[in-house]
Every structure is written in C-alpha cells, then in structure tokens.
T-cell receptor, first 116, second 111 residues
C-alpha cells in the first residue's frame, strides 16, 4: 500500500472490555513497531516485530497487552481488561529492515483509544 | 532510557518568520531524527542526521548536530501556516531499532 494504515481510527470502549487494534504495514517492510502516545507526551515504544516474531516486547506495560503478526505482515495489538489509563493514541510503524541507523520508520495515523 | 528533550515546549510565530527548535540528549548517539506530527496523529519523518554529520538540509529545513554539546537544532525557514504541528526529535535506543522520543515542541504559525 501507499503507507501504513491503522484501523479503527477511533475506538471507545468501557473499562474491563477487550480491544484489538490493527496495523497494515507498508508492503515489503519486514520490521513493524507499536508505540503508544499519551496526551502531551512523545510516543513510547511498546513492541517490535521482525517478520512474524516479536523480537522485543520489553515496552509492553503489563501482561494485559499482547501483539501478534502471524504472517509477517498485518499486526494486531490486543488489550485485555482495559483500564482508563490505557487511553492513548496507539501508533504503528514499519521499516524496510531493522537497522535503526539506516531504515526510516514510517508511521501510520494511529488509533485513538478511549476507555470510559 | 536515552531520549531527547526538545526546547522550547511551545513556539508561536508569524508566517514568513523562521522557527528554531532544539533537542538535547545525554549519551552518545548513532544518529538523531526529527519527526513532525499534525493534530496528535501520525508522525512524518523529516530528516535523519548521523553522528559524523554536522548539518543537513531538506527544502526549508536545516538540521544541525553538535555532538560535543549533545544537542541538535531544527530550523524551518520562511514558515507557513501549514508548518503548524508538533516536532519531535528521536534517538535510537540501545536496542538499535526502537526510537525514544522527547515531549516535542508545539509550533503555531499564524497567517
């Protein structure tokens, strides 16, 4: 595709519910990243995939958060038992490779999650 | 973790003026990147400057890097209303792929 796409663009849910956020990376990009951005802050790293495997999930805040990328393309970020503190914009990015010194990360428009 | 801190937090200028924002960091870096974000959504990559580079240009953007002072600046010349956005500097984490962002500079360009 032309760029990274994310769906939905907005998601409102109630505390305790389960949500899934989807990311379609740029075709051919092997590296995929999820970031979370709270109001007034910069994005914070959550998880990084190289191909199908999560190479680094050290940024996930707790075990309610999980992400998959079963075929090495589309990724889904899953949040169980949502809490109000999970409200944020969730950003997905992809890059051709995973060399931070040469591979630019291209970001999607984000999903704004609101937990009531 | 290593991240840049942008300064100022907010900047308001008129169209045609130049806008300068700065980023300071604490430890050695491989490169430093600048991103723009409109309306709190997707980030757009503007420019990457490597540690062995001192200055880089892209259109109306000029980025400098002073590794001795551990700082970088982003200059937008002849600003336009469309430049209104938040600007972030991003530094690679020790992992070599995750980006660490500062809180950003919010730029407002008024007609």
């Amino acid at each position: 595709g032309a760029g990274v796409s994310q769906t939905p663009s907005n998601k409102v849910t109630e505390k305790g519910k389960y949500v899934e956020l989807r990311c379609d990376p740029i075709s051919g990009h092997t590296a995929l990243y999820w970031y979370r951005q709270s109001l007034g802050q910069g994005p914070e790293f959550l998880i990084y995939f190289q191909g199908t495997g999560a190479a680094d999930d050290s940024g996930l805040p707790n075990d309610r958060f999980f992400a998959v990328r079963p075929e090495g393309s589309v990724s889904t970020l899953k949040i169980q038992r949502t809490e109000r503190g999970d409200s944020a914009v969730y950003l997905c990015a992809s890059s051709l490779g995973a060399s931070g010194s040469t591979d630019t990360q291209y970001f999607g428009p984000g999903t704004r999650l609101t937990v009531l | 973790s290593q991240q840049g801190e942008e300064d100022p937090q907010a900047l308001s200028i008129q169209e045609g003026e130049n806008a300068t924002m700065n980023c300071s960091y604490k430890t050695s870096i491989n490169n430093l990147q600048w991103y723009r974000q409109n309306s709190g959504r997707g980030l757009v990559h503007l420019i990457l400057i490597r540690s062995n580079e001192r200055e880089k240009h892209s259109g109306r953007l000029r980025v400098t890097l002073d590794t001795s002072k551990k700082s970088s600046s982003l200059l937008i010349t002849a600003s336009r209303a469309a430049d209104t956005a938040s600007y972030f500097c991003a530094i690679l984490s020790n992992s070599g792929y995750a980006l660490n962002f500062g809180k950003g500079t919010s730029l407002l360009v008024t007609p």
